[in-house]
């Protein structure tokens, strides 16, 4: 079972995309576990940019806060992430995964900015 987020694209800064987040299989239970929203942009390490606890509690970098907004849909055992007022600096890879995060991260979707 992996991880997979989809609805990454090309953009222009100040512009919304929103991101979702999937298993790939059945039996992983995205609704009773802590999630997080990661990337990874070219040279740099991978950030966290968003989590959600188990019951909705939100946290959010300083990066992030205010533009960014991770939500669940608990019916279709997913994840979201509302990304508005993009910035070029936003670009990079975005994964979902569990906090921690899995050893697999699975499959990203690439986010590009431009200014």
């Known amino acids: 079972v992996q991880l997979q987020a989809s609805g990454g694209g090309l953009v222009q800064a100040g512009e919304s995309l929103r991101l979702s987040c999937a298993a790939s299989g059945s039996g992983f239970d995205i609704n009773g576990r802590h999630m997080g929203w990661y990337r990874q942009a070219p040279g740099k390490q991978r950030e966290l940019v968003a989590t959600?606890?188990?019951?909705?509690?939100?946290y959010y970098p300083d990066s992030t806060k205010g533009r960014f907004t991770v939500s669940r849909d608990y019916a279709k055992n997913t994840i979201d992430l509302q990304m508005n007022n993009l910035k070029p600096e936003d670009t990079a890879v975005y994964y979902c995964?569990?906090?921690?995060?899995?050893?697999?991260w699975g499959q990203g979707t690439e986010v590009t900015v431009s200014s």
């Open positions: 995964s569990t906090i921690p995060p899995l050893t697999d």
């Open positions: 959600i606890t188990t019951a909705g509690g939100t």
